[in-house]
């Protein structure tokens, strides 16, 4: 399907979206967002697909929600047309997405990378909350992810003053898992997509479900959900071949990928 406002291929199990308004450095247009849910809604159900790699251009990932388009709106339009619930797709996917970012990541752009699994930095990304220089405040989750990502002190800075933070801040801060020379970004990300990809199926999508409840619940309520689901895994194919497969000293044959 050929889409307005962004690119898709897949390359084996792995699929590649990618932000393409160039012009506008990939600002987050509601057209945006209906090319990106509806290429999410269709690789979340084909079964050929693992997982999932978002990226932009290597000026940016994205410069943030599409401030001309917002410009107009009133409180009573924003609240009526319900102006961020499209956002909220790329939280709700079941297979895991990997932010690929090099350049901006802005605003709603730092957002949208926060919602993905991980993110993986070129070291050229440079990472923002900057919606207080226009008089407003992250409205996608920014003030909430951010925190849980970097800490309270961190992001207070960030979404107080607006500045942005290098490649190597976020890293150390623990907003991304990784960083790479900016000409092996997609590469990086399409092989570590790929090596997930591999894996099982459900026990790919249990860990993920896992590692988000321990955003949403106490300790003792996550390790009790995490040790449910463990146990559920012993009744996939997939569990007994990767344990004979290691006993046999040879590669697993998973059936669930
Ligand atoms: N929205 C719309 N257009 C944009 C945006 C944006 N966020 N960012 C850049 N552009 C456009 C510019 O207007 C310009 O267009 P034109 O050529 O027609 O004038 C083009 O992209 C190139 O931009 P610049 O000339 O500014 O490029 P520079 O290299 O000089 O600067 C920057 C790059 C620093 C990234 C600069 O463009 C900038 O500061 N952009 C805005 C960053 C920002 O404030 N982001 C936060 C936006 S608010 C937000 O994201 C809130 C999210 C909350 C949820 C929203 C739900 C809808």
Same mark, same amino acid.
């Given at each position: 399907?050929?889409?307005?406002?962004?690119?898709?291929?897949?390359?084996?199990?792995?699929?590649?979206?990618?932000?393409?308004?160039?012009?506008?450095?990939?600002?987050?247009?509601?057209?945006?967002?209906?090319?990106?849910?509806?290429?999410?809604?269709?690789?979340?159900?084909?079964?050929?697909?693992?997982?999932?790699?978002?990226?932009?251009?290597?000026?940016?990932?994205?410069?943030?929600? @599409?401030?001309?388009?917002?410009?107009?709106?009133?409180?009573?339009?924003?609240?009526?047309?319900?102006?961020?619930?499209?956002?909220?797709?790329?939280?709700?996917?079941?297979?895991?997405?990997?932010?690929?970012?090099?350049?901006?990541?802005?605003?709603?752009?730092?957002?949208?990378?926060?919602?993905?699994?991980?993110?993986?930095?070129? @070291?050229?990304?440079?990472?923002? /909350?900057?919606?207080?220089?226009?008089?407003?405040?992250?409205?996608?989750?920014?003030?909430?992810?951010?925190?849980?990502?970097?800490?309270?002190?961190?992001? &207070?800075? &960030?979404?107080?003053?607006?500045?942005? &933070?290098?490649?190597?801040?976020?890293?150390?801060?623990?907003?991304?898992?990784?960083?790479?020379?900016?000409?092996?970004?997609? @590469?990086?990300?399409?092989?570590?997509?790929?090596?997930?990809?591999? &894996?099982?199926?459900?026990?790919?999508?249990?860990?993920?479900?896992?590692?988000?409840?321990?955003?949403?619940?106490?300790?003792?309520?996550?390790?009790?959900?995490?040790?449910?689901?463990?146990?559920?895994?012993?009744?996939?194919?997939? /569990?007994?071949?990767?344990?004979?497969?290691?006993?046999?000293?040879?590669?697993?044959?998973?059936?669930?990928?």
């Amino acid at each position: 399907m050929a889409y307005e406002n962004i690119l898709v291929e897949t390359r084996g199990r792995v699929a590649l979206i990618t932000l393409n308004r160039p012009k506008a450095l990939n600002a987050l247009s509601s057209g945006l967002f209906v090319d990106l849910n509806a290429a999410l809604d269709s690789f979340e159900a084909d079964e050929n697909i693992g997982c999932i790699v978002l990226t932009g251009s290597e000026k940016a990932f994205a410069a943030g929600a @599409d401030i001309k388009e917002m410009q107009p709106y009133t409180s009573v339009t924003a609240y009526l047309t319900d102006l961020i619930t499209p956002w909220e797709r790329v939280s709700r996917n079941r297979k895991p997405i990997i932010a690929a970012v090099a350049g901006y990541a802005l605003g709603g752009g730092c957002e949208l990378a926060m919602m993905c699994d991980f993110i993986i930095a070129a @070291d050229t990304a440079k990472f923002g /909350q900057p919606e207080i220089n226009l008089g407003v405040m992250p409205g996608a989750g920014g003030t909430q992810r951010l925190t849980r990502f970097v800490g309270k002190s961190k992001a &207070m800075d &960030m979404c107080l003053t607006g500045r942005m &933070m290098d490649a190597a801040e976020a890293e150390r801060s623990g907003l991304v898992s990784r960083i790479v020379p900016a000409d092996e970004l997609v @590469d990086t990300a399409m092989d570590v997509a790929a090596k997930i990809a591999d &894996m099982s199926l459900p026990a790919v999508m249990m860990i993920k479900e896992s590692v988000d409840r321990a955003y949403e619940t106490t300790m003792s309520e996550g390790v009790r959900f995490e040790r449910r689901v463990f146990h559920s895994l012993f009744a996939t194919e997939d /569990q007994s071949e990767g344990m004979q497969a290691f006993i046999d000293k040879r590669s697993p044959n998973f059936r669930n990928r």
